[in-house]
Nanobody
Framework: QVQLVESGGGLVQAGGSLRLSCTASGRAYAMGWFRQAPGKEREFVAAINMRVGSTSYADSVKGRFAISGDNAKNTVFLQMNSLKFDDTAIYYC?????????????????????WGQGTAVTVSS
């Protein structure tokens, strides 16, 4: 069982930046960020393979968000720049319980077994 704890959410003006952190209680093969806005379904944001450092992003955040990991601290970061009103959501950190069989699994929430409690990001326009 892996426990995930997110931090770093808050209120920011459009165009501003925030940095989210997520620390796992154990070593994670990969970690991902997902978000859910009010009245919308959960969607993929970004993911990282903690062993080799490869990353993937949703098209909506490419060029604005950057995911990185610190294996020594079992921590993943999400640097969010040029924030938009539409980025407002609860952001969740997630980790799989087993190795992904396909690169497509990184963006599929159903392939993640462990989830954090979420941290709120509010972008004012």
């Amino acid at each position: 069982q892996v426990q995930l704890v997110e931090s770093g959410g808050g209120l920011v003006q459009a165009g501003g930046s925030l940095r989210l952190s997520c620390t796992a209680s154990g070593r994670a093969y990969a970690m991902g960020w997902f978000r859910q806005a009010p009245g919308k379904e959960r969607e993929f944001v970004a993911a990282i393979n903690m062993r080799v450092g490869s990353t993937s992003y949703a098209d909506s955040v490419k060029g604005r968000f950057a995911i990185s990991g610190d294996n020594a601290k079992n921590t993943v970061f999400l640097q969010m720049n040029s924030l938009k009103f539409d980025d407002t959501a609860i952001y969740y950190c997630a980790a799989p319980g087993s190795t992904f069989s396909s690169s497509r699994d990184y963006s599929r929430g159903i392939r993640y077994d462990y989830w954090g409690q979420g941290t709120a990001v509010t972008v004012s326009s």
